[in-house]
């Protein structure tokens, strides 16, 4: 059987109890009177938490990246040319300049 190591952040929480966080998953965190009590049990959290599925790790290219990040340069000027868009920005900042209301500002 293999281990893995996972890092876990230990802290004063309040009422004098300690706090442990599994870092990297938000929902693996014990708490308890003592930092090994605490401990304890965020390792608990972690091991249910694992016992629901399994970690794994994903190669990505470097240049799929880059060509993930480009989305928003190759949509814009999407809308150049387009003779409702003026009216469409217009209606956009007539909602913004109310936003508590249930009606667009005038």
């Given at each position: 059987?293999?281990?893995?190591?996972?890092?876990?952040?230990?802290?004063?929480?309040?009422?004098?109890?300690?706090?442990?966080?599994?870092?990297?998953?938000?929902?693996?965190?014990?708490?308890?009177?003592?930092?090994?009590?605490?401990?304890?049990?965020?390792?608990a959290a972690l091991v249910d938490r694992l016992a629901q599925g399994d970690?794994?790790?994903?190669?990505?290219?470097?240049n799929e990246a880059v060509s993930a990040t480009n989305v928003w340069r190759?949509?814009?000027?999407?809308?150049?040319?387009?003779?409702?868009?003026?009216?469409?920005?217009?209606?956009?900042?007539?909602?913004?300049?109310?936003?508590?209301?249930?009606?667009?500002?005038?």
């Amino acid at each position: 059987m293999s281990t893995t190591q996972y890092q876990v952040l230990v802290r004063n929480g309040s009422s004098d109890l300690f706090v442990a966080s599994v870092l990297g998953m938000a929902d693996c965190v014990g708490e308890g009177r003592t930092r090994e009590e605490a401990i304890a049990k965020a390792r608990a959290a972690l091991v249910d938490r694992l016992a629901q599925g399994d970690i794994v790790t994903i190669d990505v290219e470097s240049n799929e990246a880059v060509s993930a990040t480009n989305v928003w340069r190759e949509e814009a000027g999407r809308f150049r040319g387009d003779p409702t868009f003026e009216e469409f920005v217009t209606e956009i900042q007539s909602e913004r300049r109310d936003p508590d209301s249930d009606e667009p500002a005038p």
